[in-house]
């Protein structure tokens, strides 16, 4: 719960923005159609509903990572401690899981008491904005449950036209089957100003859109915004409606339309949440907008357009990262206690010569010589993580996000081979101390000197792919090629490649075999061949 009340926050909070800028713009466009306002309330709930949206070098919106980071997260710090706890819950470690233990510092844990406080007022939080969004819903079905008791005795008039005692004003009423519903003693004069206004806002589908703006309503109740949003949302779908009705009956229907209006006007109380009603919203707002109705120019409608293309391409859109040599690309949650982490990766300078950039410049990103990538793990603007990847052979490494069971947790992955011997590694690991998951570790030599260890090759390859089959690339420098993520990790699936190579050892390895025939052909074959070749030298 609290992970979802932290992303609802982002998105209410990156919405205000975009709200402030219409309620900006909407008393600026009063000389045009009343229809822009309400296609710019709509971008504001796109932008509340959507949890994702195109990057744009033109965003003024703030970005909601920086939001979680500043709002929520925990202290971390990283101590200068040895080793990870063996992960194998006490037994006695060989040679081989030393060496793996010794890969990665071990992490301090974040002073108890911030942090257990940081994690009590965000849950807290989380329960009081589920307890106002249950009040609200409350709310409306009580509404609903009361209105649906005063329309029970309604009379049936003609078409969808219903007459009610119970009601005082004329009102849509219903989602898929939308009634009007209109009072008993509704004066006759008013009745076709009435029927026309309730008919243009089921063609504008207005029955639809106010509930969907009180569910939005109901989840952000928490933003003042968002409320100012909702009622100035109400007001300008009725304005919209007004205007229509004016231009169908025209302009010299304007004194009795504003008498009909004025007329079935609501009192303020119930206005939170009803249905579409003719007497809805502010009445002297709406009769000072009839009665000096003009039908809009040409220029008043161009700029209404810019207008809503503007604040698409700026408050519908998030900012691009401006800094060519850092990449922001995941939020994510390594030591699993609820408050996200921003991982990011900081590209390498260019190179000093042009010799040094020939070296590495074929590998189609951005790899510049023996400078290093560095890929860190981010919160409350400290590094909690970090890891350099290297282009230059000793620097070869791969990281990936893999997500298990619904955590997070990192993966490297090391596949070592130099001159025939080779040590493959992973390590499966959270930023937090006794982090050591699962680990793997297999050792051989492809120049035949001994067979190889097929059973343990094996066991390895299907052990990391299943971790491959739930990870995210975040960085590689494998084979000197940098790639930065998120991308798939299907190319990184360990199958032991080199063991089809047609040349090896003039075995008779079709691709058709298995990878553990494959292996055992391989095997046997590159030992003869070293057999044969130390029989030569003696």
């Known amino acids: 719960m609290e992970t979802a009340f932290l992303k609802l ?5 990156s919405a205000c923005g975009l709200i402030s800028a219409v309620i900006l713009f909407r008393p600026l466009l009063k000389k045009t159609s009343r229809i822009f306002p309400c296609i710019m ?46 992960p ?8 081989a ?8 510092p071990e992490f301090s844990a974040p002073a108890a008491n911030v942090k257990d406080i940081r994690l009590s007022i965000i849950h807290a939080a989380s329960i009081i904005w589920l307890t106002g969004m249950t009040a609200m819903l409350l709310y409306l079905l009580i509404s609903c449950i009361h209105l649906h008791r005063q329309l029970s005795t309604a009379v049936y008039l003609e078409k969808n036209i219903w007459i009610s005692d119970e009601i005082q004003s004329p009102f849509i009423s219903g989602l898929l089957c939308p009634r009007i519903y209109l009072p008993s003693d509704l004066d006759k004069q008013h009745l076709i100003y009435v029927l026309t206004h309730e008919n243009t806002h089921m063609k504008h589908h207005d029955y639809w859109w106010k509930p969907l703006g009180f569910l939005i309503l109901t989840v952000h109740w928490f933003n003042p915004l968002v409320w100012a949003a909702y009622f100035l949302f109400c007001r300008d779908i009725e304005l919209a409606c007004d205007e229509t009705v004016i231009r169908t009956l025209g302009t010299d229907c304007r004194q009795a339309y504003s008498r009909a209006l004025l007329s079935c006007s609501i009192p303020e109380k119930k206005r939170l949440f009803c249905p579409l009603s003719f007497g809805e919203s502010s009445i002297k707002e709406r009769i000072k907008a009839v009665m000096f109705y003009k039908k809009p120019g040409f220029r008043a409608i161009m700029t209404s357009i810019a207008v809503c293309i503007l604040l698409t ?3 519908l859109t998030d900012p691009k990262g401006t800094d060519s040599q850092t990449s922001d690309f995941v939020s994510t949650d390594l030591n699993q ?27 189609g990103s951005r790899t510049y010589g023996s400078e290093t990538y560095e890929l860190q793990v981010i919160q409350d603007g400290e590094i909690i993580f970090s890891l350099e990847a290297g282009l230059p052979h000793p620097g070869w490494t791969s990281l990936f996000l893999c997500r298990l069971n619904g955590k997070d947790y990192l993966l490297k992955y090391e596949p070592f081979m130099y001159q025939g011997y080779a040590t493959y590694s992973f390590w499966l690991f ?18 035949g000197t001994d067979f190889l260890p097929v059973n343990e090759m094996l066991s390895f390859a299907d052990q990391l792919n299943s971790y491959l089959e739930n990870s995210t690339v975040l960085i590689s420098t494998l084979e000197g090629d940098a790639i930065v993520g998120p991308g798939s990790a299907e190319s990184f699936y360990e199958t032991y490649s080199w063991v089809y190579d047609p040349t090896a050892f003039k075995s ?6 298995t990878l553990d025939t494959a292996l055992e052909k391989y095997s046997q074959g590159a030992h003869e061949y070293y057999l044969q070749y130390k029989k030569t030298l003696n």
């Open 337 to 363: 206690d609820g408050i996200p982490e921003k991982i990011q990766v900081l590209y390498p300078g260019p190179a000093e010569n042009e010799a040094e950039r020939s070296d590495t410049e074929n590998t």
């Open 430 to 447: 959270t930023v937090t101390p006794d982090s050591c998951l699962d680990s793997g570790y297999v050792e051989f030599n492809i120049n």
């Open 88 to 95: 194998a819950g006490g037994r006695e470690v060989n040679t």
């Open 97 to 104: 899981d030393k060496q793996i233990n010794n890969e990665f």
């Open 41 to 86: 309330w709509i971008l504001v709930a796109v932008r509340l509903i959507c949890p994702f949206s195109i990057e744009s070098v033109l965003s003024l919106n703030i970005g909601t990572a920086a939001i979680a980071d500043s709002l929520v997260s925990a202290e971390m710090s990283v101590s200068d401690s040895s080793g990870l706890n063996d």
């Open 9 to 13: 926050l982002n998105v209410s909070i």
């Open 508 to 513: 008779d390895i079709k691709d058709t075999d």
């Open 313 to 315: 391409v700026c408050f």
